[in-house]
């Protein structure tokens, strides 16, 4: 069973930045696509970004095109979101989620779909002045 824990959340101004961590123990990130996702107050959880292992080819969401970065530190059975330039709509409760992917298969942003099966307990963000 794979444990994800997230990290990193809290309190920043509009325009700042924070860097989420997604961390696993007693087990390894490899051959696993990480998805990030966000619950923001009264909406349905969607995806914001993730990252194939093979490819490390990604898939965003346009609203944070440009502004979020994922990357992973696989010494360190780690994969990171790095968010820029955040706005008020961006606060919500961001979650991680591993899909065992042993091939090119492009990572996907579809909560409905099921394809995580392995889900963190969720870190809050909250973007305001």
């Known amino acids: 069973q794979l444990q994800l824990v997230e990290s990193g959340g809290g309190l920043v101004q509009p325009g700042g930045s924070l860097r989420l961590s997604c961390a696993t123990s007693g087990n390894t990130l490899d051959y696993y696509s990480i998805g990030w996702f966000r619950q923001i107050p009264g909406k349905e959880r969607e995806g914001v970004l993730c990252r194939n292992y093979f490819s490390a080819t990604t898939n965003s969401a346009d609203s944070v095109k440009g502004r979020f970065i994922i990357s992973r530190d696989n010494t360190r059975n780690t994969v990171y979101l790095l968010m820029n330039n955040l706005t008020p709509e961006d606060t919500g409760i961001y979650y991680c989620?591993?899909?065992?992917?042993?091939?090119?298969?492009?990572?996907?942003?579809?909560?409905?779909?099921?394809?995580?099966?392995?889900w963190g307990q969720g870190t809050q963000v909250t973007v305001s002045s």
């Open positions: 989620a591993a899909e065992w992917v042993p091939n090119f298969r492009p990572c996907s942003l579809e909560v409905g779909e099921g394809r995580y099966r392995f």
